[in-house]
């Protein structure tokens, strides 16, 4: 499957940090960049970026939104992909960036960045049809395993330690980039991870950006109802591909002293596969 | 607005959403009713393919029906005037209130049995014939029980939806002469029954909604479950049918996609007990059907909403509920919590668009945007899409906006605070300052003000990282641009 793959791959990839990333969860942006390293890419990772202009967007502020969202796409000059490890940030470029172009002299500026934008696991499995081995057993972790060489990733199928995790889906990455089954054929290549799906996987957390902020309530009702899906699947983590779910479903775990573990698919996996 | 908010004030979705979430049994009501809904819904749309191909074609029927309005209400018009039924023309609410009752006040009819209309609940119908005498009875069943509670309905397509069984015995119960107490579900159907079969032999008019009036043919469609639907418009001499002006298509033959697409959509059924196709009065020698019958088109801001081409979308709409049968928002909230004629999604869209963006402000801002209503909507109808539009205008509408309201809800620390966002996002050095800063502060206790107590409510403050990944990476080697 690689091998197919091997014409369409490319030499270089960016990599678009996304702001929750950047300040909450920079392990799982350092996890995405060494994911995409070790399948022999160099990743590039503009100093310059910020935030995608997702939250003004959606609140009918699109100037400001305009404003930021063309100085990150000048940042990125090279036709090389763009992997952003979220699918919220990755819907706003990829699907959103062209109507909020439409007029604007950058238009096909805009609609060719967006069209080399892609999220990480989408990128992982569509572009590179990356074989994960499952190979993680804390105690055993090697200082050549941490450098997670493909030439030490002998011995397919042993597995690490066995745990149950869950996957929450981003909406945007279900219903906007039509992102479902890249990140549990992910999981699935891990052999000691058993996979307990949600009961109800295509229901919002409650995040929603300012949504969570103007309608606490209304969000809180959600979160709690997520979180105690997460918890009835009796998973030990939590992994989900979106940091702004992460921040809500993961707070209010942590508020009710779940021991359920939440963070981003991309440290998992380089944890599993024998990574740091 | 369906709901009278007490007063002339402004309806309050952030509070009456509130109360309603401390309500354990709209909670647990909804969650119930939703659930068997989506799976009803789910099993009939179970091949990705068939279901993307029909919500295709419905969504092209009525794109192509709004494109041509104007001409194809016209053309309505007089086809349904060739068949013998009377169109009437209505811009406003109250215009269509006065036109009803001169019908009826032209018969001398006081006692009206209605069948579903959404319309007639936009207009506050009962209430405005109540109060000249005239009574108005519900004989959906649905319908017939939020009236006898002095309520509105909950949902577009199931009115009690926010009753349990218990709930509707103990109404029946009281409000019923003679009827006992019973949660058996066909026994109260009987006791309901009972009482309707003689109203509708009394009835001197009857009133009905439309689901797809047909400009060719000059057809109204009328689709329902259980036969009073076909009672309200046959039985008494009299039928008097409202419609919204966007219920055209152009031919017979864009209907069943249409209905195949509504009632799988809204009830999970693929096809209603009852299909209506009302051609005009009783013809000669016939022995049946009514005398007379009306046609009332309500516009009520609909030919404002149709000359936005992007927010025409919005008209689409066939009323099948499938948006608040999965919306995570109304689910929890219940349909009362939104003060409109249609709740949950297509409610969001449609309120500030009818009564105003700046009224119906905290309306458009309660969604996370999660896209679910898009996903089941079955003409296709860009709902977050339009919210995000609708949120623009409220805060930026020009002056020559269509829309109602439009630039009226601006908030200046609310504009305030994205100039300072836009220039801090905008100035790399300025941001890479910040968010270290955050950073280097991450051991301190997060302040609970502003958002973050909001937050905090029910969750533990998000704490930054001591590094920030544009920190990591340089330190890792990751080349820079």
Aim: neutral net charge; aromatic residues 6%; glycine residues 8%.
């Amino acid at each position: 499957m690689a091998e197919r793959r091997e014409e369409s791959r490319p030499r270089a990839v960016y990599f678009y940090g996304t702001c929750l990333v950047d300040l909450f969860f920079p392990a799982a942006g350092m996890a995405g960049i060494e994911l995409l390293r070790r399948e022999g890419l160099e990743v590039v990772f503009p100093q310059g970026q910020t935030c995608c202009g997702q939250p003004p967007f959606n609140c009918g502020h699109s100037a400001a939104a305009l404003a930021v969202a063309r100085a990150q796409i000048a940042l990125f000059p090279q036709p090389w992909p763009v992997v952003v490890p979220s699918g919220s940030c990755a819907a706003m470029m990829k699907r959103h960036y062209p109507e909020l172009f439409a007029g604007e002299p950058d238009h096909p500026a805009a609609e060719a960045f967006a069209a080399r934008v892609y999220e990480l696991t989408q990128f992982l499995v569509g572009v590179l049809g990356v074989q994960l081995d499952d190979k993680s057993q804390r105690s055993q972790r090697s200082k050549a395993s941490q450098l997670g060489q493909r030439e030490q990733r002998g011995q397919r199928g042993q597995g690490g330690q066995p745990v149950r995790v869950t996957w929450h889906s981003s909406c945007h990455a279900l219903r906007e980039l039509g992102v479902r089954e890249e990140p549990l054929a992910l999981l699935g290549q891990l052999a000691n991870v058993e996979l307990a799906p949600l009961a109800r996987e295509r229901e919002c957390c409650g995040f929603g950006g300012t949504f969570s902020i103007r309608f606490p309530e209304i969000s809180a009702a959600m979160v709690a109802d997520k979180a105690a899906d997460v918890t009835a699947t009796g998973a030990s983590e939590l992994l989900s591909g979106d940091c702004g779910c992460l921040l809500n479903i993961a707070g209010h775990l942590a508020r009710q002293g779940s021991p359920v573990r939440a963070r981003h698919i991309a440290e998992f996996l380089l944890e599993r596969t024998g990574g740091d | 607005m369906a709901i009278e908010t007490g007063g002339s004030g402004p309806p309050d979705f952030r509070a009456s959403s509130t109360a309603a979430l401390r309500d354990p049994q709209i909670r647990a009501n909804f969650r119930r009713a939703m659930d068997g809904l989506m799976a009803k819904r789910a099993a009939l749309f179970a091949d990705p393919a068939e279901w993307q191909a029909l919500r295709a074609l419905g969504a092209s029927i009525r794109a192509r029906s709004l494109a041509r309005l104007p001409e194809l209400l016209v053309r309505l018009e007089e086809r349904c005037r060739q068949n013998g039924i009377a169109v009437h023309w209505a811009e406003t609410t109250a215009a269509a209130n006065e036109t009803v009752l001169a019908i009826l006040r032209a018969h001398g009819a006081t006692r009206l049995v209605k069948g579903k209309s959404m319309v007639s609940e936009e207009m506050h119908l009962n209430d405005f014939l109540a109060a000249h005498g005239v009574e108005s009875l519900e004989s959906d069943l649905g319908e017939y029980i939020v009236q006898l509670d002095g309520e509105a309905p909950s949902h577009i397509i199931m009115p009690a939806i926010h009753k349990n069984v218990g709930q509707i015995a103990r109404l029946l119960g009281q409000k019923i002469r003679d009827a006992k107490y019973t949660e058996d579900v066909d026994e109260l159907t009987a006791i309901a029954r009972r009482v309707l079969r003689q109203k509708f032999e009394q009835a001197e008019a009857g009133l009905s909604g439309v689901n797809v009036a047909v400009a060719e043919t000059g057809t109204l469609v009328l689709i329902e479950n259980e036969g009073n639907g076909r009672m309200s418009t046959h039985v008494p001499p009299l039928h008097i049918a409202l419609m919204g002006l966007e219920k055209v298509v152009e031919r017979l033959e864009d209907v069943p996609p249409l209905l195949a697409l509504l009632t799988r959509s809204a009830t999970g059924q693929t096809i209603t007990t009852y299909i209506n196709m009302i051609s005009g009065p009783r013809g000669e020698g016939e022995k049946d059907g009514p005398r007379e019958v009306h046609l009332v088109i309500l516009d009520n801001e609909r030919s404002r909403i149709f000359a936005d081409p992007e927010l025409r979308a919005t008209l689409r709409c066939i009323r099948c509920g499938a948006c608040m049968n999965h919306c995570p928002v109304y689910g929890r909230v219940g349909g009362h919590a939104y003060q409109t004629t249609y709740p949950g999604p297509i409610g969001k869209i449609l309120a500030p668009q009818t009564e105003g963006v700046k009224r119906r402000h905290d309306l458009m801002h309660a969604s996370s945007l999660c896209g679910a209503c898009v996903e089941v909507c079955p003409v296709e109808i860009p709902i977050t899409e339009l919210l995000v539009r609708l949120r623009s205008e409220a805060a930026h509408g020009e002056p020559g906006s269509p829309v109602l309201e439009a630039g009226q809800a601006r908030n200046r620390w609310e504009d305030l605070a994205w100039a300072a966002w836009r220039w801090l996002h905008g100035s790399p050095r300025a941001y890479r300052l910040v968010s270290r800063l955050l950073a280097r502060c991450a051991w301190l206790p997060p302040p609970r003000i502003g958002p973050l107590r909001a937050w905090t409510s029910v969750r533990t403050a998000p704490r930054p990282a001591r590094r920030t990944l544009h920190e990591l990476a340089r330190a890792r080697g990751v080349r820079d641009a």
